[in-house]
Nanobody, 124 residues
Framework: EVRLVESGGGLVQAGGSLRLSCAASGFTFDDYAIGWFRQAPGKEREGVLCISRSDGSTYYADSVKGRFTISSSDNARNTVYLQMNSLTPEDTAVYYC????????????????WGQGTQVTVSS
């Protein structure tokens, strides 16, 4: 069974940082692209960052360039991290982890697998 479990969300003041984790299981981690999406109240879900484990390519939303980074564990933990710095209230959303064999398909929002989401709230 494929599982993606996010953690690390919470409340932070503007300018602060958070690190989200996505623990993946049930599939061959290195064969998949893993990404983060978010959905703010009243808005459509949008891609934040994606990394392809097979070739290391990454996709970034313009709004997070220079502030957010994505990385993955090098050991058997099969975990992907989203480091978020210089947070603003506009970053407030439910953040979802996603996985798919095709990075482009996932970046288009059509991932085969999704986590349950974790809330990030940035206060002004």
């Amino acid at each position: 069974e494929v599982r993606l479990v996010e953690s690390g969300g919470g409340l932070v003041q503007a300018g602060g940082s958070l690190r989200l984790s996505c623990a993946a299981s049930g599939f061959t981690f290195d064969d998949y692209a893993i990404g983060w999406f978010r959905q703010a109240p009243g808005k459509e879900r949008e891609g934040v960052l994606c990394i392809s484990r097979s070739d290391g390519s990454t996709y970034y939303a313009d709004s997070v360039k220079g502030r957010f980074t994505i990385s993955s564990s090098d050991n058997a933990r099969n975990t992907v991290y989203l480091q978020m710095n210089s947070l603003t209230p506009e970053d407030t959303a439910v953040y979802y982890c996603a996985a798919d064999k095709a990075a482009g398909k996932m970046w288009a929002g059509r991932s085969d697998y999704w986590g349950q989401g974790t809330q990030v709230t940035v206060s002004s």
